[in-house]
């Protein structure tokens, strides 16, 4: 068996994840590399959520009764949990939405209705990248197109990252929101957050950073990144689909408008207007997801019982040791960075002339997960000539023997296709 300095305990860990146990295709031990679409969830989790279902089940916040009490008390805890996390310097900053992407539109949307200095106009500029997920995309278009804004981006290198050349003529005095992603889902990049930061700073325009491929992988600390918002999800950090968090700065939150409106969110309501409740419940509308909550709060417990450094030391083993045994396949091309520095723990690469969907389903009959296509990020495949990519993506259960498996895998796949 590989041994990698920095590798966590993972055969205990992997006990407490049931589906790691499982066979595929009758015979096959299921090697899970899918990990940045989502991960798996231990039984912590699992527990945490059966048991909110079976003894505490009722809607939060108004009720009197003991069971809204008590759900309350459950859901409120999974913010402070939440803010804790993330280092945020007040829980009312923390509000829960469904996904990162639901963080990312509600963020376009206030800044789309927002009134000065705030608000996004056909005089101002929006600045993305062109390595965004689709959730960091479409949001900034539609708000291009509804405020005559102008959308820019910055472009990639040839080895996967950001090109930040002309930073002063992307980022000007005209632009109101810089929002890009930390660690990128396709190229495993990550992101120069204090240059952009500063020259953000610099013109006065507000930042916004994804961190769904930070958050479950390494320390992830508001405060210390000076964004004025974070965005990043539940489900791939051990925790249930169905819950997000947007973090954004106390003050913005007290003066941009909501983008849904509905029950909770208000003070008062009348015929005629309605005045809204303090953040963060002013941005969550209706009844909110509070066993996907209370399941978040579970994973947060339990990647703090590990430690969010240990993870990361881990994961960087893997990639580097993942980097190396990829690296001499024949015909195998890495896109994104091909060193294990500055790099998340996925890794995008095409196979000679082989289509990914190919690839990905002769791996699938050997029982290894891993994702094929766009990955939401079809910019990134335009820009570097390719129709779609395989990504192998690790976690805290991951195992170098796993990545021994995924390189034997290809080897089959290459000799499948002649």
């Given at each position: ?15 407490d ?12 031990k299921l ?7 989502t ?16 003894r505490?089940n009722?809607?939060v ?34 509000i ?20 000065e200095p ?8 929006i600045?993305i ?15 291009s197109?509804r405020?005559g ?29 810089v ?28 930042v916004?950073?994804?961190a ?11 405060q ?8 990043f ?45 303090p ?75 082989i ?22 990020a ?40 002649g």
């Amino acid at each position: 068996m590989t041994q990698l300095p920095g590798l966590l305990d993972t055969e205990a860990i992997r006990k407490d994840f049931p589906i790691l146990d499982r066979l595929v295709h009758e015979d096959r031990k299921l090697v899970y590399l899918d990990n940045a679409a989502t991960s798996q969830k231990p039984r912590q989790v699992l527990d945490a959520l059966s048991e909110y279902y079976e003894r505490y089940n009722a809607n939060v916040h108004r009720g009197v009764h003991v069971l809204a009490e008590e759900a309350t008390a459950l859901y409120e805890g999974a913010r402070d949990k939440v803010a804790e996390f993330i280092n945020a310097p007040s829980r009312d900053e923390v509000i829960f939405t469904k996904n990162a992407s639901e963080s990312l539109n509600l963020v376009a949307n206030m800044l789309g209705w927002a009134d000065e200095p705030y608000r996004v106009d056909a005089e101002t500029e929006i600045v993305i990248t062109e390595m965004e997920h689709h959730s960091n995309i479409v949001p900034w278009q539609l708000l291009s197109q509804r405020t005559g804004a102008k959308l820019k981006w910055f472009g990639l290198t040839d080895d996967g990252r950001l090109d930040l050349s002309n930073i002063d003529q992307i980022i000007t005095e005209k632009t109101k929101i810089v929002s890009f992603v930390l660690v990128s889902n396709i190229l495993g990049t990550l992101n120069p957050v204090e240059a952009i930061v500063r020259r953000a700073q610099e013109v006065g325009a507000l930042v916004c950073v994804d961190a769904s491929q930070a958050a479950p992988h390494m320390p992830l600390d508001v405060q210390a990144l000076q964004a004025d918002f974070v965005a990043f999800t539940g489900h791939k950090m051990c925790g249930p689909t169905g819950i997000g968090v947007l973090w954004g700065r106390q003050e913005l939150l007290e003066d941009l408008p909501p983008f849904l409106g509905g029950g909770e969110m208000i003070e008062t309501v009348s015929m005629h207007s309605s005045t809204y409740a303090p953040a963060p419940h002013k941005f969550e509308a209706g009844t909110p997801p509070i066993a996907q909550a209370v399941g978040l709060g579970a994973a947060i417990d339990y990647l703090d019982s590990i430690g969010m450094d240990k993870i990361l030391a881990h994961e960087h083993a893997l990639t580097e040791y993942a980097v190396q045994r990829l690296s001499a396949v024949p015909d195998l091309r890495i896109i994104g960075p091909e060193t294990a520095e500055d790099r998340g723990a996925a890794i995008s690469f095409t196979l000679g002339d082989i289509h990914p969907h190919d690839v990905g389903q002769v791996l699938d009959e050997q029982g290894i997960a891993v994702r094929v296509g766009h990955h939401c990020a079809r910019p990134v495949c335009l820009r570097y000539g390719i129709p779609a990519t395989t990504r192998a993506s690790f976690y805290l259960y991951s195992t170098p023997a796993e990545i021994d498996a995924l390189v034997d895998g290809l080897e089959h796949v290459r000799n499948f296709f002649g």
